[in-house]
């Protein structure tokens, strides 16, 4: 793992203080511990902006930015008793040096504190409308601001998710840095499991053995629960029973990536569990890859970043009508959205700290432009369902391919390539 480099994140801090409209202040939280059941808990895992703009990594905190430049944080009390239990935590005098923050207090004055910062500010920016609970206790330190300012004008509330999502929709060295390696072991991961991926093996069997990847070539954690799905199970989309055989001559879709340094990958092979195509999974295959090598083609700096999408439609709608699962006019069976039966998700996503970056598509109604930069999925996928009015031969393959890519001026380039996306290759691969 990576040092601890404070100045990348002072200078974040910096940079949303730029942003940010004269006389306002930012307040945004940490993650909770979240239950799982009775008195147990799911790993504690961040929230990705503040994290961005703190790389403090315990629950129950606050920061606060404001328009000067003044960073404050409130986080839990050191407690030796707790640490025992819990182990260690900052406390806001150590935190304060470490993080390099102006001031640190105690989470727990935070109700007289903080409304004593936001006072005499125009607007309090924060990322409303996530948690109830958070926006309450936001509404309530406005409040008790307003009411110690009783003959100045009220301070106005601004959603400045557009604000910080612009930001981190264009990644720094550092991001760029992260994303690369975590990129590289989900690819080494899922190389390395194709390759002894075999018949007679559950899905759960194949599940094991990815986390297993991604933890011994140095990801301690999934960015995400895999989707591994045999057979017609690949149809579903958001798969993640993981619990079935998969049986001789059907498909394995597999959508697994891990987090490095807090940072995600995201990549989906299918391929056929006794490493050998049949004509009918090859055929569609093939249509997926093309789309695929389109869309990529199609995230290029200048233009809007919908592109990839139209593209993939436009190539997979002529691919599905070369094999005979569409029939008319590729005109119309893009009008009436044909493909819609076989191709029901979106191209791909921003990608990041959260594997579905918390960054924007567009804002005011214009779309955002590809800039040098940017990482996105690409990741077109063809889905039979029972349900198609087709040839039964064609029944229950489904295919997605998923590479992502790091958007530069001179074209883009695929972080996760080190994965075979070739029909050959993979049946090469899978024979060695
Ligand atoms: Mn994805």
């Given at each position: 793992?990576?040092?601890?480099?404070?100045?990348?994140?002072?200078?974040?801090?910096?940079?949303?203080?730029?942003?940010?409209?004269?006389?306002?202040?930012?307040?945004?939280?940490?993650?909770?511990?979240?239950?799982?059941?009775?008195?147990?808990?799911?790993?504690?895992?961040?929230?990705?902006?503040?994290?961005?703009?703190?790389?403090?990594?315990?629950?129950?905190?606050?920061?606060?930015?404001?328009?000067?430049?003044?960073?404050?944080?409130?986080?839990?009390?050191?407690?030796?008793?707790?640490?025992?239990?819990?182990?260690?935590?900052?406390?806001?005098?150590?935190?304060?040096?470490?993080?390099?923050?102006?001031?640190?207090?105690?989470?727990?004055?935070?109700?007289?504190?903080?409304?004593?910062?936001?006072?005499?500010?125009?607007?309090?920016?924060?990322?409303?409308?996530?948690?109830?609970?958070?926006d309450q206790k936001v509404t309530s330190w406005i409040n008790k601001a307003n009411s110690m300012e009783r003959h100045q004008g009220?301070?106005?509330?601004?959603?400045?998710?557009?604000?910080?999502?612009?930001?981190?929709?264009?990644?720094?060295?550092?991001?760029?840095?992260?994303?690369?390696?975590?990129?590289?072991?989900?690819?080494?991961?899922?190389?390395?499991?194709?390759?002894?991926?075999?018949?007679?093996?559950?899905?759960?069997?194949?599940?094991?053995?990815?986390?297993?990847?991604?933890?011994?070539?140095?990801?301690?954690?999934?960015?995400?629960?895999?989707?591994?799905?045999?057979?017609?199970?690949?149809?579903?989309?958001?798969?993640?029973?993981?619990?079935?055989?998969?049986?001789?001559?059907?498909?394995?879709?597999?959508?697994?990536?891990?987090?490095?340094?807090?940072?995600?990958?995201?990549?989906?092979?299918?391929?056929?569990?006794?490493?050998?195509?049949?004509?009918?999974?090859?055929?569609?295959?093939?249509?997926?890859?093309?789309?695929?090598?389109?869309?990529?083609?199609?995230?290029?700096?200048?233009?809007?970043?919908?592109?990839?999408?139209?593209?993939?439609?436009?190539?997979?709608?002529?691919?599905?009508?070369?094999?005979?699962?569409?029939?008319?006019?590729l005109d119309e069976i893009l009008e009436k959205n044909l493909y819609r039966e076989f191709y029901y998700h979106k191209i791909g996503?921003?990608?990041?700290?959260?594997?579905?970056?918390?960054?924007?598509?567009?804002?005011?109604?214009?779309?955002?432009?590809?800039?040098?930069?940017?990482?996105?999925?690409?990741?077109?996928?063809?889905?039979?369902?029972?349900?198609?009015?087709?040839?039964?031969?064609?029944?229950?393959?489904?295919v997605r391919i998923e590479n992502d890519i790091l958007v530069k001026s001179d074209g883009y380039e695929n972080l996760t390539a080190?994965?075979?996306?070739?029909?050959?290759?993979?049946?090469?691969?899978?024979?060695?």
């Amino acid at each position: 793992m990576s040092d601890f480099n404070v100045n990348i994140f002072k200078a974040r801090r910096a940079e949303v203080a730029k942003r940010m409209e004269d006389n306002s202040i930012l307040v945004l939280s940490s993650s909770k511990l979240v239950s799982r059941n009775n008195d147990t808990t799911f790993p504690f895992r961040q929230d990705s902006n503040f994290y961005y703009l703190t790389g403090f990594q315990e629950p129950d905190s606050i920061l606060t930015v404001q328009s000067d430049g003044r960073s404050v944080l409130f986080c839990r009390k050191k407690n030796s008793e707790l640490e025992k239990w819990d182990g260690f935590m900052w406390g806001p005098d150590a935190a304060k040096d470490h993080f390099g923050f102006d001031e640190a207090h105690d989470i727990s004055e935070i109700n007289e504190i903080l409304p004593n910062l936001i006072r005499g500010q125009k607007t309090l920016n924060a990322l409303v409308g996530k948690s109830l609970e958070f926006d309450q206790k936001v509404t309530s330190w406005i409040n008790k601001a307003n009411s110690m300012e009783r003959h100045q004008g009220n301070i106005d509330l601004k959603n400045f998710s557009n604000v910080l999502g612009s930001m981190r929709l264009i990644k720094d060295r550092n991001e760029i840095d992260l994303i690369r390696k975590s990129c590289e072991i989900a690819a080494i991961s899922h190389r390395s499991v194709m390759q002894k991926a075999k018949v007679g093996m559950t899905e759960y069997d194949l599940e094991t053995m990815y986390l297993n990847e991604f933890k011994m070539n140095g990801s301690r954690e999934a960015s995400y629960t895999p989707i591994i799905a045999g057979g017609k199970r690949a149809c579903i989309l958001h798969y993640i029973d993981n619990n079935q055989n998969i049986k001789d001559g059907e498909l394995v879709l597999v959508d697994a990536g891990c987090e490095y340094g807090m940072y995600a990958s995201d990549i989906t092979r299918t391929y056929p569990i006794n490493g050998k195509f049949t004509g009918e999974q090859r055929a569609i295959y093939d249509v997926v890859l093309e789309a695929h090598n389109a869309a990529c083609h199609a995230a290029k700096v200048g233009n809007p970043c919908t592109d990839p999408q139209k593209t993939s439609e436009k190539s997979l709608s002529q691919g599905l009508k070369d094999i005979g699962l569409l029939k008319g006019s590729l005109d119309e069976i893009l009008e009436k959205n044909l493909y819609r039966e076989f191709y029901y998700h979106k191209i791909g996503h921003w990608m990041g700290l959260d594997v579905h970056d918390d960054c924007p598509y567009s804002i005011d109604g214009k779309e955002i432009l590809f800039e040098d930069d940017m990482v996105m999925t690409i990741e077109p996928g063809i889905y039979v369902n029972d349900t198609a009015d087709v040839d039964a031969r064609w029944k229950g393959i489904g295919v997605r391919i998923e590479n992502d890519i790091l958007v530069k001026s001179d074209g883009y380039e695929n972080l996760t390539a080190k994965v075979p996306v070739q029909a050959e290759e993979i049946e090469q691969l899978m024979s060695e």
